[in-house]
């Protein structure tokens, strides 16, 4: 039986902390991997590869477009790129750029995103996107990764470089519980964390975490579930979510991320098709964030453990 | 891959009747730059570009050529049809189903000679830009060249691109400017004035040379010789071509009107007939 309850929780770290360990792991294995960024070396945590590769790296100052573009150049002649900037400069600012000379090009480009969603916090809305994972989602081709912890996010960056073809890779800025230390990592295998038979919790990102603690709570309340960390949204490792809701019959997502377009409507429109399952979603619902502090703004706008445990108990009720 | 300048005329003018013989066949396309660029395209395949066949994706140790205003894929694909990249024949399915000439160069069906789609303007000069310094890094002499439109130059990517390639010493890469002042609401100067184009680009840092008759084949590679010979000197260096829209066929040439525009029968024999010459249609 898995269980939540044999997660060792190792202090706090920003997932962007292993994202800066991981590209450095990965670069010492594979010469093709350069990196560039977007006047945030110090925020991306790449200070680490500029030190030990100064010549395979590349400062192409505030211009995301530019940096896209020359990513997909870099990569034609086998040359690995590892793009990094915050999470909306990396896509919403940038969408054409890789829809045109990345996706439809077919570029070994990845695309490597910090300080996503609304835990990037005090900065507000104009910097906290929740339509990333959607407009990432929708391009062809396009691999999207959303690690849960720093380990995670260190794994997924060295893993990456293994996918020929461009991949969104999306993580963020607070110090956040590691936990998946001791937990083997596969790029496109759903995490089963802990096992239970009445609902299936599905996550991804920090709301896993989120998903741990609501899970005590609710077993102290009789109900026990299942928790899936999908940090590959795309390709979704859909055996593991049909295996899990076939058995519970009842589905919660979690995302920091807009409802519209994200893991939840993903898993829903692979429900309808294959399995028709009572679903609750704990996202945002179309608006924007605010400046604050992370975890204030998770409670603020439904994203908070209780918002997990009250959209639980409704999905629960329903199937009843 | 050199050939001799009536050879290249010749080919010059094959290109052209292609040019309006694919967009005539498809009633779509862009004819007018195409054939204002048709004689860059020949000197730049025909005498200049070290390319190797069976093309291959990454291009090592051999010259690669970005295409940024994508919409003038007729020419291109005639050149490199005629340049042995993939036959002839299929010229005929430009822009209709199941082709691999797609309305806007695309790698997605995996036409020979083409590394990067292009068509939304302003993205192929930062392609270029990554491309040479991807040569630089992996120490391959071969050199980048790319084309760019000027009414494209409105879109603010490529200025991006260009102080990243004065900034990184972009020194292996000859970027050329189809300067025919024109674009699809008129000319540029009424729809969005360049202003003083050589002073822009040398205030980023570039080596600027001036091309005043892009139409005039042998100074095309005289110019782009002169390109070649001031590489390597810490800049990029941008070759601004004046060349007329429409060239080749007079109904056709100094107006925006053809940009984008194709022939209806009439005016395409028309067309044929003032490019009566041809090593063979498709």
């Not at chain 1, 062809?140 to 959303?146: A, L």
């Not at chain 1, 009445?198 to 991804?204: K, M």
């Amino acid at each position: 039986m898995i269980s939540i309850n044999d997660l060792v929780v190792q202090g706090k770290k920003a997932t962007r902390d292993g994202f800066g360990v991981g590209l450095t792991e990965a670069a010492k294995m594979n010469p093709k991997i350069v990196a560039l960024t977007a006047d945030l070396l110090g925020s991306l945590k790449m200070d680490e590869f500029k030190k030990e590769f100064p010549e395979r790296f590349f400062q192409m100052g505030i211009a995301e477009a530019n940096m896209m573009g020359v990513a997909a150049g870099m990569s034609i002649s086998g040359l690995i790129p590892y793009t990094g900037t915050f999470a909306n400069f990396s896509t919403g600012r940038v969408y054409d750029q890789i829809r045109q000379s990345i996706a439809y090009s077919h570029k070994n480009v990845k695309i490597c995103a910090s300080h996503a969603g609304l835990t990037l916090g005090e900065d507000g809305a104009t910097h906290q996107i929740l339509e990333d994972i959607g407009m990432m989602r929708m391009l062809p081709g396009m691999m999207v990764v959303v690690p849960c912890d720093a380990h995670q996010t260190k794994l997924a960056t060295m893993a990456i470089a293994h996918h020929h073809g461009p991949v969104y890779l999306r993580f963020g800025r607070p110090a956040w519980p590691v936990f998946t230390e001791s937990l083997p990592f596969e790029i496109g295998k759903a995490q089963l964390l802990n096992e239970g038979s009445d609902i299936s919790l599905i996550a991804t990102g920090h709301m896993v975490w989120n998903c741990v603690e609501a899970i005590k709570i609710l077993a102290q309340e009789g109900i026990t579930c299942d928790l899936l960390n999908i940090h590959t949204i795309k390709p979704l490792d859909e055996e593991a979510v049909i295996k899990s809701v076939s058995k519970t019959n009842c589905v919660v997502t979690a995302e920091e991320h807009q409802i519209n377009g994200g893991l939840g409507d993903m898993i829903a429109g692979l429900l309808s098709r294959h399995h028709p399952t009572v679903q609750e979603f704990v996202a945002v619902c179309d608006s924007f964030g605010e400046s604050g502090k992370p975890d204030e703004l998770l409670i603020k706008y439904g994203l908070g453990v209780a918002d997990i445990v009250k959209g639980a108990k409704k999905a629960w009720s329903r199937k009843k | 891959m050199k050939k001799d300048i009536e050879a290249l005329r010749a080919m010059a003018n094959q290109v052209r009747r292609d040019i309006v013989r694919m967009v005539y066949q498809c009633q779509s396309g862009h004819p007018g730059g195409s054939l204002g660029c048709t004689d860059f395209f020949v000197a730049l395949y025909g005498s200049q570009l070290n390319y190797k066949l069976p093309f291959s994706m990454e291009g090592k140790e051999e010259d690669l050529f970005f295409l940024s205003n994508g919409h003038i894929s007729p020419v291109w694909y005639s050149v490199l049809s005629r340049s042995g990249f993939f036959p002839t024949e299929e010229l005929k399915t430009f822009r209709k189903l199941n082709s691999r000439l797609q309305g806007h160069p695309a790698t997605h069906e995996g036409l020979p000679g083409i590394r990067v789609a292009s068509g939304s303007l302003g993205q192929g000069l930062s392609v270029a830009v990554g491309a040479a310094l991807a040569k630089k890094l992996e120490h391959d002499s071969a050199l980048v060249y790319a084309l760019t439109g000027d009414g494209e130059l409105d879109e603010g990517q490529n200025w991006e691109a260009i102080m990243s390639a004065a900034h990184h010493k972009v020194d292996n890469l000859i970027v050329t400017v189809d300067w025919n002042g024109q674009q699809i609401d008129g000319p540029t100067e009424k729809i969005m004035d360049l202003g003083d184009l050589p002073a822009k680009w040398n205030s980023f840092g570039w080596e600027v040379l001036i091309l005043e008759n892009g139409n005039d084949l042998e100074l095309v590679i005289d110019t782009l010789e002169l390109a070649k010979s001031r590489l390597h000197q810490g800049k990029p260096i941008v070759i601004l071509m004046k060349t007329i829209m429409g060239y080749g066929v007079d109904f056709m040439m100094h107006s925006h009107k053809w940009h984008g525009v194709a022939p209806n029968e009439e005016q395409c024999n028309t067309a044929l007939n003032q490019l009566k010459e041809t090593l063979g249609d498709f």
